[in-house]
């Protein structure tokens, strides 16, 4: 667009638009007409400075920090934001400058009032800064208060707690405070109010309880203070209930047991006492009756007591502060007794291995016996595990059977009744006399044997309290006596290879033992006969040899067979077996050979036979090959 016409040269263009880029350019004119254009200039206009901005905003607040927020304009490059602290004195201080539209603000006073304003900023300068904005920084949650203490005396069922104010309050004051107290017996309370100390009431005795308290303000709860631990003393515990029998009651005793009381007083209890009292008209329970039992136990077996009697029990419990009321009574009759022990245990042996033993009856304690119980023993010791139960039954005399002879034997006997087993007799012994040695023990029997003979030894048996003198050997049903007393024999004169029963019998001043189990040997086999050795057949390929059997009486004989090519070449055996021929292939032709053979059985080798020889024939020619023609 035409801006200029005129003679002048140089021209003044106004109302422009800052920071614009314009590009201008000049003609000439006269008369005749105008000249081309000069050479094109841009030229660029100058800035302004930023106008002033809005306020900046809030966008979070807490009680040290603000976060602040703005718009950036198109004119804006960059901003300064200013906060002014009343506690400095110092005014507006920049806190922000950069090209961000945000801005946090850290470390400032709880519940103080802020000032800020907002400038923006380009390369031509700095506008003015916007109105100002107060904001006032948040309280914060109060401090725990100190730790809670006890006020006064604790007493078993209340006690009152005490704390200080927090030291912090967070910047407000304190509207009240929060309590929680638990206890070990599942007590809670929650309490809340402005007091600084509280009565907590219907606590248990002996019980420990934990308190603990809480500061709040218009922000909220604070963290709560230390824990304090609060012990309530222990009382007295509450009275149990009656006791009660174990069992049936017996005649001299019964066995009671009691439960604890359902209130111990907040404390374990440590005894119990359990008193009793012969009963009758008019008895009183606190003053009357004898403590038959203190201790930790909660049952009891009383002795003492009479048969037939009626007692009344009661017991009370113990703790640390002491006895608690006694409970209730429970009535006992005791009944009747166990027999007394008896006392007229006789014992008689009979033979070498049998005792007679008789009694009479004992007093039966208000009960008849019912059974007797003998027991025997082979020692004199008391223990219980000697003892073996040879007569239960309700008569008078028993007789025990398969007894060692020469032996001494321990008895007692206990009497039974309905009330139960009366305590046993004194130890009574008696002595079985000596009897026939016992049977010899036919694994303990050793032998050597021959052809012709058996050596036997073997281990005495026991001579039932009589000294053994000597011993009977019966083989075959022939029977060797040996007057001594050795335990070895020689059996001779017998025959090769045949098995013999032979039994031992001990003997000694009471008679005969019994025979000892039977013990089968064998005598050895004599060496057998020398075999007679002949050729049964000869050809080019084989030889074929036989010999005489000298098997007797069934005894297993193998026979070996030996060839040489000389006789005084060294004999290798070509056969070892029980049969009593062999034949031997692939031999060569027209050679001498030689054989001998021997018997060999469990006794040992025969001497070898007589030599035997042959010569192998020579063989045939091989048949002729090709074809046969005729000649004319």
Request: one cysteine or more; a negative charge.
């Amino acid at each position: 667009m035409e801006c200029y016409s005129g003679l002048d040269k140089q021209a003044k263009l106004t109302r422009l638009q800052p920071e614009t880029t314009y590009r201008v350019r000049v003609f000439a004119e006269n008369d005749i007409g105008r000249s081309l254009p000069s050479p094109v200039v841009s030229v660029c206009t100058a800035g302004v400075p930023p106008v002033q901005p809005e306020p900046p905003s809030v966008i979070e607040v807490s009680a040290h920090h603000i976060v602040f927020e703005w718009q950036k304009r198109a004119c804006d490059d960059s901003f300064v934001l200013q906060l002014e602290d009343p506690s400095s004195g110092h005014g507006f201080l920049s806190v922000y400058t950069g090209h961000d539209t945000f801005c946090s603000c850290k470390d400032l006073t709880r519940v103080t009032d802020y000032k800020v304003r907002l400038a923006a900023e380009n390369t031509e300068g700095l506008s003015p800064f916007s109105a100002v904005v107060s904001i006032t920084t948040r309280a914060e949650l109060p401090g725990c208060p100190s730790k809670p203490y006890v006020k006064g005396k604790v007493s078993p069922h209340s006690f009152r707690a005490q704390w200080d104010p927090p030291a912090d309050t967070g910047g407000e004051i304190i509207t009240e405070y929060v309590v929680e107290c638990t206890g070990t017996d599942g007590f809670r309370l929650d309490y809340s109010g402005p007091e600084t100390n509280l009565l907590v009431k219907d606590v248990a005795p002996g019980q420990t309880y934990f308190f603990r308290v809480h500061a709040c303000n218009s922000m909220g709860m604070g963290s709560p203070s230390e824990v304090c631990m609060i012990h309530t003393p222990p009382v007295a515990p509450g009275a149990p209930l009656p006791p009660v029998l174990s069992g049936k009651p017996k005649a001299t005793g019964a066995a009671l047991r009691w439960d604890p009381p359902l209130f111990t007083g907040g404390e374990g209890i440590a005894n119990y006492e359990l008193k009793k009292i012969m009963f009758y008209d008019g008895y009183s329970p606190e003053n009357d009756g004898v403590v038959v039992y203190y201790g930790p136990a909660k049952e009891n077996y009383v002795e003492g007591l009479s048969a037939g009697k009626a007692y009344l029990f009661l017991v009370r419990a113990y703790n640390t502060v002491g006895p608690g009321p006694w409970s209730d009574v429970m009535q006992v009759e005791t009944g009747a007794g166990p027999p007394d022990a008896p006392e007229t245990l006789r014992l008689q042996a009979k033979n070498a291995n049998s005792i007679l033993a008789s009694w009479k009856e004992p007093w039966g304690n208000g009960a008849p016996v019912t059974e007797y119980k003998l027991e025997m023993s082979e020692t004199d010791e008391s223990e219980e595990q000697n003892f073996v139960t040879v007569y239960t039954g309700s008569k008078l005399l028993h007789e025990v059977k398969n007894l060692k002879s020469n032996s001494e034997y321990f008895f007692r006997l206990t009497a039974a009744n309905v009330a139960g087993t009366g305590p046993s007799c004194p130890l009574h012994s008696c002595w079985t006399p000596p009897a026939a040695p016992m049977a010899v023990d036919e694994s303990s029997v050793n032998f050597l044997v021959s052809p012709t003979a058996i050596t036997l030894s073997w281990e005495a048996p026991d001579d039932s309290g009589s000294a053994i003198i000597g011993y009977k050997v019966e083989c075959d049903q022939q029977v060797s006596v040996v007057d001594q007393p050795v335990s070895q024999c020689l059996l001779d004169g017998l025959r090769p290879d045949t098995v013999y029963k032979i039994r031992i019998q001990a003997t000694n001043s009471i008679g005969d033992g019994n025979f000892s189990g039977v013990i089968k040997v064998k005598t050895k086999p004599v060496v057998p006969d020398v075999p007679k050795l002949e050729v049964q057949s000869v050809t080019h390929g084989s030889i074929k040899v036989k010999w005489s059997s000298v098997v007797k009486s069934g005894t297993e004989v193998e026979y070996v067979l030996e060839m040489a090519f000389n006789k005084k070449d060294v004999f290798q055996t070509v056969y070892r077996g029980n049969q009593t021929s062999h034949k031997l292939n692939k031999v060569r032709e027209d050679t001498l050979y030689f054989f001998r053979v021997r018997a060999v059985n469990e006794a040992g080798d025969s001497p070898q036979s007589d030599v035997v020889d042959c010569r192998t024939p020579k063989s045939p020619p091989p048949a002729v090959k090709g074809k046969c023609t005729s000649i004319v």
